[in-house]
T-cell receptor, first 116, second 117 residues
Framework: AQSVTQLDSQVPVFEEAPVELRCNYS??????LFWYVQYPNQGLQLLLKYLSGSTLVKGINGFEAEFNKSQTSFHLRKPSVHISDTAEYFC??????????????FGTGTLLAVQP | DTAVSQTPKYLVTQMGNDKSIKCEQN?????MYWYKQDSKKFLKIMFSYNNKELIINETVPNRFSPKSPDKAHLNLHINSLELGDSAVYFC????????????????FGPGTRLTVL
């Protein structure tokens, strides 16, 4: 079975500082990896996803993530955060088994709290 | 021009009542989903439909019944509501073409906050 671990439930950071949100996954087959963001009182929206190819994936709003197969990780980074980046960030995994019944498995989320 | 919309946004009701949540997407997608987000923000899939056909049905009490009248709509009906049903329910959609939807980006609605008293 697939699973996702986000070890940090909350990451406080000052504005304009760099940030890394950690995500580790567990799967016995190849996977696809996603980062979604949920702004307060809103639905989730995709930041970026890794399907194949280059292990460094660039997303919206200046975020990027690196797929590391040997460490089964997909950490999200941003070199300089803004107040507006304050949100809940979810790592998710899918795929590997083929077919229409593949589903997204979400981690428990990391609250990025950007302080002035 | 909302891509995925849900109604109502808030729903407060008594235990034992029956309620419905409606979802519509105007993206032309073939696949729609219902997720439940609990008080700790944990998000779990409940159901998935492709072209009005149920393809994912997680371990959900049979008090929950999804209905898809057409591929742009997926409604969720809940019978005999219980305190533990209090959560935020999200509808989502994705392209859902071909045989594997694993790579699809899912587009989420704004959520419906259900409070059972």
């Amino acid at each position: 079975a697939q699973s996702v671990t986000q070890l940090d439930s909350q990451v406080p950071v000052f504005e304009e500082a760099p940030v890394e949100l950690r995500c580790n996954y567990s799967s016995s087959v190849s996977v696809y990896l996603f980062w979604y963001v949920q702004y307060p009182n809103q639905g989730l929206q995709l930041l970026l996803k890794y399907l194949s190819g280059s292990t460094l994936v660039k997303g919206i709003n200046g975020f990027e993530a690196e797929f590391n197969k040997s460490q089964t990780s997909f950490h999200l980074r941003k070199p300089s955060v803004h107040i507006s980046d304050t949100a809940e960030y979810f790592c998710a995994v899918s795929g590997g088994y083929g077919g229409a019944t593949n589903k997204l498995i979400f981690g428990t989320g990391t609250l990025l709290a950007v302080q002035p | 021009d909302t891509a995925v919309s849900q109604t109502p946004k808030y729903l407060v009701t008594q235990m034992g009542n029956d309620k419905s949540i409606k979802c519509e997407q105007n993206l032309g997608h073939d696949t729609m989903y219902w997720y439940k987000q609990d008080s700790k923000k944990f998000l779990k899939i409940m159901f998935s439909y492709n072209n009005k056909e149920l393809i994912i049905n997680e371990t959900v009490p049979n008090r929950f019944s999804p209905k898809s009248p057409d591929k742009a709509h997926l409604n969720l009906h809940i019978n005999s509501l219980e305190l533990g049903d209090s959560a935020v329910y999200f509808c989502a959609s994705s392209q859902g073409e071909g045989l594997d939807y694993s790579t699809d980006t899912q587009y989420f609605g704004p959520g419906t906050r259900l409070t059972v008293l």
